[in-house]
T-cell receptor
């Protein structure tokens, strides 16, 4: 069965420190992979997506993610976190040609001064 | 600017009442979706529609109904049959398949009183 696991419910990092949010997926073929960000009380915004090709993808707001097929992972990274990055982050997997994207449970990021 | 408009932002319903959540998009997207978000559970798909006058049940369709009479509009009705309707509801759209990722509205918070 298709699934997405975000092992960390919440993470706290210091402003200026690097960030890595983990995402593991289970899918029978190469899926579409996405990261979204959600501020409190708001909708989700697409940060980046991976379909094929270069396994390191760049997104908005200085985020990047690396697809590792051997580990079934798609971790999100940022070299230096800003206080405005505090939000909830969702990893998602979408089937090629399908219409049912599956979302992980989310990781809430706290940024301390 | 193109986007998705959800209204109202907050909605209160008495037990036993039906209530309709509005979702309008001006992105010319073919596909539209309704998700329910509960704390710690990520997003769960209620209904989706690929084209006008057609829609499919998602994973938690019981107690909900939708219509897609116009490309721009995909309203969700929460019926009295939904046993636990208090949640945050998100509407999304995509161009035609999920490969582009979703554009989300800002959500409607429904509370049953």
């Amino acid at each position: 069965a298709q699934s997405v696991t975000q092992p960390d419910i919440h993470i706290t990092v210091s402003e200026g420190a690097s960030l890595e949010l983990r995402c593991n997926y289970s899918y029978g073929a190469t899926p579409y992979l996405f990261w979204y960000v959600q501020s409190p009380g708001q909708g989700l915004q697409l940060l980046l997506k991976y379909f094929s090709g270069d396994t390191l993808v760049q997104g908005i707001k200085g985020f990047e993610a690396e697809f590792k097929r051997s580990q079934s992972s798609f971790n999100l990274r940022k070299p230096s976190v800003h206080w405005s990055d505090a939000a909830e982050y969702f990893c998602a997997v979408g089937p090629t040609g399908g219409f049912k994207t599956i979302f992980g449970a989310g990781t809430r990021l706290f940024v301390k001064a | 600017d193109g986007g998705i408009t959800q209204s109202p932002k907050y909605l209160f319903r008495k037990e036993g009442q039906n209530v309709t959540l509005s979702c309008e998009q001006n992105l010319n997207h073919d596909a539209m979706y309704w998700y329910r978000q509960d704390p710690g559970q990520g997003l769960r798909l209620i209904y989706y529609s690929q084209i006008v006058n057609d829609f499919q049940k998602g994973d938690i369709a019981e107690g909900y109904s939708v219509s897609r009479e116009k490309k721009e509009s995909f309203p969700l009705t929460v019926t009295s049959a939904q046993k636990n309707p208090t949640a945050f509801y998100l509407c999304a759209s995509s161009p035609g398949t999920e490969s582009f990722g979703y554009t989300f509205g800002s959500g409607t918070r429904l509370t049953v009183v």
